[in-house]
């Protein structure tokens, strides 16, 4: 079966290059100024003091400029090319080396409580942004041919996991908890595409809670983000006072919202209103109708992915693309379940939206990759 579909595969790469999906493409560029317009909105105020409005957005339009270079140029590289031995492992050991460097006291930039970013030209770079498209990478390539060995647990599914595994114990020592997990869901998401088996799954996802469970218990100030996210107001004096702030605004913004740039909360009462907590600036702006918008939008982004990964003719460009897609739109999900208090508070941004020029860049570049796997639909 699987020769077969390899073999289907090379036909249709032959055939000559179609064009991208208009799906994604449109999905991207309303995610792309819709996150330009709440940005803005989230930093004019504290901007305003640096002496400049738009210093963020700004920033934030070189990230989309060097991305969109980097879309062009992934969106016509033949997605095959990531499957080459010699990329995967390039893009795993590079992401190593990195994020070894980053927890490096003195090389790391250290940043609330932190060491998450190195600074490279006087530019802030998160190493665990390119370990997370590396993770993906390496297990839509070493998936594509495993075939009958994913229904073994202890020598088909579990080596597979000892890449994303190291890259989780180092982004752990960050520390980044939201981060390392979400490589690990990610990973757990590529191997329910690839067809391991539910019971295998399930008992890995039971023991992933355990682990997660036991590392935010262990610690004091974990513990008690844990426990503050069940009644925030009642710790608004401490590790509850963040996602209060962040319920007030979405309540108050209600259906229709304050209008852009009339919600109060960035007036120094949220903390990382251009970050972490952006979407609540768009429950407080645009109200209910708004964040539906939103989180419509990534819905379509979901779709659109997983679309072009289900037309796509071979297994590895299913793998990749559907990988890239569930990566994207978890880390969505899981910063909007944060920020509407449905799950402790973590330090993970929204794609698209949140502040970080490298961030934006490394997201554009995986969906020029999507978008290569697009042109060879069936």
Known sequence: ?????????????????????????????????????????????????????????????????????????????????WRTPTVVVAGLVGSLVLLVLVIIPGIGVYLNGSRRWLNIAGLSFQPSELAKIA??????????????????LFTGVLPLLVVPGIFFLL???????????????AAMLMLLISGVKWRHLSLLG????????????????????????????????????????????????GLFGRGLGQG??????????????????????????GCTVVILLFVAFAFAGMRIAVNCPDRYGSLLAAGLTAMITLQAALNIAVVIGAMPTTGLPLPFFSAGGTSVSLLMASVGIILNVSRTHR
């Open 264 to 289: 109060r909360q960035k007036f120094s009462y949220l903390p990382y209103p251009e970050s972490d907590f952006i979407f609540a600036i768009v429950g407080e702006d645009f109200g209910l109708l």
């Open 206 to 253: 039971i023991c992933g809670l355990c682990v997660g469970a036991v590392y935010a218990w262990i610690e004091p100030y974990r513990r008690e983000r844990l426990l503050s996210f069940r009644d925030p107001f009642a710790q608004m004096s401490d590790e509850g006072y963040q996602l209060a702030q962040s319920l007030i605004a979405i309540g108050s913004g």
């Open 171 to 185: 982004i752990l020592e960050q520390p980044n908890l939201s981060t390392a997990g979400s490589i690990m869901i």
């Open 1 to 81: 079966m699987l020769a077969q579909q390899e073999t289907i595969g090379r036909r249709y790469l032959k055939k000559p290059t179609k064009p991208v999906d208009g799906m994604m493409l449109t999905v991207l560029l309303l995610l792309l100024m819709s996150g330009i317009l709440i940005l803005f909105s989230a930093t004019y105020y504290q901007a305003l003091h640096k002496g400049d409005a738009l210093l963020e957005v700004k920033r934030q339009l070189i990230g989309i400029g060097l991305g969109t270079v980097l879309l062009l140029v992934t969106s016509r590289i033949p997605y095959t090319f």
């Open 135 to 152: 993770s993906v990478l390496y297990l839509a390539s070493t998936l594509s041919y495993r075939g009958k060995q994913l229904e073994r």
